[in-house]
């Protein structure tokens, strides 16, 4: 038996002792864990606090503190509640905004920026939904399951144990996310054995980066229960193509209404004059992700020059396709990263469609 087997079947016998302690009578007691982007804008940190009853909304859960990694203190206000899967009801989540020690938004929170951006576009009713490609990885951070011979490049949503690894994380993480409370509208396997993908949205505004990071923070957990590693990295295999993306898709009310292609058209012709701003913000890294993804190797867009089209894959802004056939509803920005953070996807794309915001 390989070694991570063996840990997987000591992680089973693990579980059945934890059942135990989660069936234990319960007090009138609430753990909140509170869950926080901590300041590389990409892994994401969370604490657990006991509050001496259930809170009815989030101005009942009180600010907390947490420790950053230059040892200053952090305030964490919490912003968005959801119900806790793992420990269950009526234990919550909660998502955090984090201020620094002079007690403003933090440097590397984007999200109360994102929020201010948010109520001056109010009137167009901005709806978002995110694609978020993950690939998971064995605990030796070499690909989940990947047995000799195995089948790699498969085309996406394919069926069959010759292909398909991870199924089960995948389908427990949407099952947690549905119970969570997060607006997830689906899951997929993606075009390599053990890359996936579930999408979060259409949401108003602000929320849907709420519930991406919410849902992000969930796969880690579901993945610590099954010890797979869950990488948001772009190319996260050396030697493999595979990279993962985030797809964002984006609609106002009148993109939405009868003969809103002219609204989607207009937004495509402003986005093709930003290319390069929105691939410095498309990464946690100032666009040196998207160099390494963006590349003529796989089916992707040109990290050089924009393009768009209907119905095609190959291109930084798609129309789909049942979307120009009816004569409204939204495109889909296929360059943000599966690393994104999607409040800087969010700021960018309305600064450019619906603020003016040219360079
Ligand atoms: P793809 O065909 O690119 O794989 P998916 O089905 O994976 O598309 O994802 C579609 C995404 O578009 C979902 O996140 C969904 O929430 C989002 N979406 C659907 N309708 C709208 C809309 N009107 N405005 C913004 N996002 C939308
Ligand atoms: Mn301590
Ligand atoms: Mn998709
Ligand atoms: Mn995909
Ligand atoms: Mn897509």
């Known amino acids: 038996m390989a070694t991570f087997d063996i840990i997987r079947s000591l992680q089973k016998i693990t579980m059945s002792v934890k059942n135990h302690y989660m069936s234990l009578p319960k007090g009138t007691y609430c753990q909140v864990t509170y869950v926080w982007i901590s300041e590389d804008k990409e892994?994401?940190?969370?604490?657990?606090?006991?509050?001496?009853?259930?809170?009815?909304?989030?101005?009942?859960?009180?600010?907390?503190?947490?420790?950053?990694?230059?040892?200053?203190?952090?305030?964490?206000?919490?912003?968005?509640?959801?119900?806790?899967?793992?420990?269950?009801?009526?234990?919550?989540?909660?998502?955090?905004?984090?201020?620094?020690?002079?007690?403003?938004?933090?440097?590397?929170?984007?999200?109360?920026?994102?929020?201010?951006?948010?109520?001056?576009?109010?009137?167009?009713e901005p709806w978002f939904g995110m694609e978020q490609e993950y690939f998971l990885l064995d605990l030796d951070r070499k690909p989940y399951d990947w047995p000799p011979g195995c089948r790699f490049y498969t085309g996406s949503c394919c069926v069959g144990s010759e292909i398909i690894h991870g199924r089960d994380v995948a389908t427990c993480h949407n099952l947690a996310c549905l119970y969570a409370g997060i607006k997830i509208c689906g899951y997929n396997p993606e075009a390599i054995t053990s890359q996936w993908e579930f999408q979060i949205g259409p949401c108003l505004g602000i929320e849907m980066g709420d519930h991406l990071w919410m849902a992000r923070y969930i796969l880690h957990r579901v993945c610590e229960e099954f010890k797979v590693i869950a990488t948001l990295d772009v190319q996260p295999v050396s030697g493999h193509l595979?990279?993962?993306?985030?797809?964002?898709?984006?609609?106002?009310?009148?993109?939405?209404?009868?003969?809103?292609?002219?609204?989607?058209?207009?937004?495509?012709?402003?986005?093709?004059?930003?290319?390069?701003?929105?691939?410095?913000?498309?990464?946690?890294h100032g666009g040196a992700d998207n160099i390494r993804r963006l590349n003529s190797q796989t089916i992707t867009s040109s990290f050089k020059e924009f393009s768009s089209a209907v119905?095609?894959?190959?291109?930084?802004?798609?129309?789909?396709?049942?979307?120009?056939?009816?004569?409204?509803?939204?495109?889909?920005?296929?360059?943000?990263?599966?690393?994104?953070d999607p409040y800087s996807v969010m700021i960018a794309m309305i600064e450019t469609c619906l603020l003016g915001a040219a360079d």
């Open 43 to 124: 892994s994401l940190r969370s604490k657990t606090k006991t509050l001496c009853k259930e809170p009815a909304g989030i101005k009942d859960i009180p600010e907390w503190f947490a420790v950053s990694t230059n040892i200053t203190e952090l305030t964490l206000v919490p912003v968005k509640m959801f119900r806790d899967p793992f420990s269950l009801d009526p234990n919550k989540l909660v998502l955090c905004e984090v201020l620094d020690y002079k007690q403003v938004p933090a440097e590397t929170t984007l999200r109360s920026k994102c929020v201010e951006v948010m109520e001056k576009v109010e009137k167009f």
């Open 311 to 340: 119905a095609a894959r190959d291109v930084s802004v798609r129309i789909p396709g049942q979307v120009f056939r009816s004569g409204h509803g939204y495109f889909e920005d296929r360059r943000p990263a599966a690393n994104c």
């Open 242 to 284: 595979c990279p993962s993306g985030g797809h964002v898709n984006f609609s106002t009310k009148e993109m939405r209404s009868e003969g809103g292609l002219q609204y989607i058209e207009e937004a495509i012709k402003k986005l093709s004059r930003r290319h390069s701003h929105h691939l410095s913000v498309y990464d946690p």
